[in-house]
């Protein structure tokens, strides 16, 4: 605008947008900065042709420089200039002559229309044909869901139908076993109902004959019928006992889908093995090596797998009760808790089982440490208390009960499994607080995760717990089929979530950061996770 301080600012003729700057004295055409430049590049090839070149002029129009021709082109202001504007307001910049500045301009554009055709454009292109796919893609993927969900409302339709059927058939099983009963009963009244009769005829027949012989031989029978059958008290009529509706439940049993947030939030994964350990519930998981694996749930019996499904070996609990909860010494015996018998019991190859029994307490879940130590968390026999203890062998090191301020840092329930981080922390997945609570070595409380920030009050189920290599805490969420994982400070990661978890119930970790699950349902399987 400098440039035209003493005369109305021009409209540039070709662009007709931005303010003309220079004037072409060929063309006669007010021209910007950019227009000036690609009216030089053409004349430029002009030149080529053998035109004089007295036609490659610009006229300056700033202000009173008007007649002069622009000479010059400053880097600095990307400008042309006349050789007074050069002279006054363009002094000490970086200047070259026009015509060379045509020049440039016109190898720019040359370069440009090259990467453009060769490059950007045939990128675009592409781009567009990726984007046409993916929406391809996407809503053919919505068509399939759209279908997934009618093919289960079909299921769930079918089902109830079943059931109603079922419970309809049931119903009329039992109306006709009352109805009989019923009318055998309405069959018995009914004959003693005749009996009187007949006796009351011949009542009456007896008095109106008045035959004295008749009359002495009867015998009453009204203490007889004075006393009504005891067929006749009331038959207990039957009920249907319909639960109040848990939407959520029916929710989760259902089906649904997951938030976009909880896409982001999830983890790639891949199921490397599934084994079906035929137990109808797996209780814990714990590795052996990176190929084996011991098992057990609702049985007295304990399990080795490989990951090909082989049952490669098994035991019993000495007292044959179902297992709480089991883990492998440094040395590679298994160790599981008896909570009937309030007992860790190692077993050892070819000796008998060394027991850990406390007095007045109960034994539920154990982990093994880093160092060799057994971790086992456990509740008063009044249930008031709960603690976790570190044990030695069978010598007790570490009691763990109460934070600095001497509040309780576990509930009473059953189920808290428990699993020592590589930071020696000890983490605690307490499921009746529906919180995960992780002290340091020395028992210091640090921090309590109770779900990601978006998550419900009470929603979060934690059970299982296992860490890895990275100090990553694995938390599985059984009853919203997904695992958490957090850093050793208790930030939320990532979600392990999908169609293939199915309730998971307890967790291990391999060597090499797998992760194997135990399902309620009763399966195992060996999962990679991508974080």
Known sequence: MDHFSAQVAQQCDVCLTLVAQCHCDVCHKNLCNGCAIDHLCKSLEI?????????????????????????????????????????SKHKGHKVMRILNKGGV??????????????????????????KKSEITQVTKHYEEMSMALENQEEKWRREIDNIVQKLKADMDEMKKSHLDVLLQQEDKIASRI????????????????????????????????????????KVPLPSFKAPAINTEQIRQQFGFFLPFSELKEQAEWLTKATI?????????????????????GSDKIMKLYNLHGELLE?????????????????????????????????MRTGQTPEVIRPRDWVIFNIARTYSGDLLVTMD??????????????????QNIQCDDNG??????????????????????????AHAVVV??????????????????????????????????????????????ILDQDGKFLRYISGHDLHRPECLCVDSRDNIFVGEFGGMVKKIQCFV
């Open 194 to 233: 005749l009996e009187i009769k007949n006796c009351i005829a011949n009542l009456r027949k007896l008095l109106d004959e008045g035959n004295f012989s008749r009359v002495t031989s009867y015998r009453s029978r009204n203490a007889e019928f004075r006393k009504l059958p005891s067929i006749v008290s």
């Open 105 to 130: 301009k016109r190898e720019n554009l040359k370069r440009d229309l090259e990467e453009l055709e060769r490059s950007i454009y045939p990128n675009h292109l592409e781009n567009e044909l990726t």
């Open 407 to 432: 509040r309780p840092l576990y509930t009473t329930s059953e189920v808290k499994y428990i699993s020592e981080n590589r930071n020696l922390d000890i983490c605690v997945s307490d499921c009746k």
């Open 314 to 346: 098994k035991c019993c609990t000495k007292s044959g009760n179902e297992p709480w909860d089991i883990a492998v010494t440094s040395e590679g015996y298994l160790v599981y808790t008896d909570v009937f018998e309030g007992s860790v019991n190692i």
């Open 47 to 87: 030149k080529r042709k053998e035109i004089t070149p007295a036609s490659l002029t610009l006229s300056c129009l700033a202000g009173s420089h008007a007649t002069n021709n622009s000479e010059q082109f400053c880097e600095d202001c990307d400008v042309p200039a006349c050789s007074a504007c050069m002279a």
């Open 380 to 397: 008063s026999e009044d249930n008031k208390r709960s603690k976790v203890v570190r044990y030695s062998g069978t010598l007790e090191k």
């Open 439 to 484: 002290v340091n070595q020395a028992g210091k409380h640090r921090f309590t995760y109770a779900g990601p920030p978006s998550t419900t009050k009470g929603s979060f189920n934690p059970r299982g717990i296992a860490t890895d290599s990275k100090s990553r805490i694995l938390i599985a969420d059984r009853n919203n089929n997904r695992i958490h």
């Open 276 to 296: 079906n350990t035929e137990y109808g519930r797996v209780r814990s998981v714990t590795c052996l090596s990176n190929e084996k694996f011991w098992v057990c």
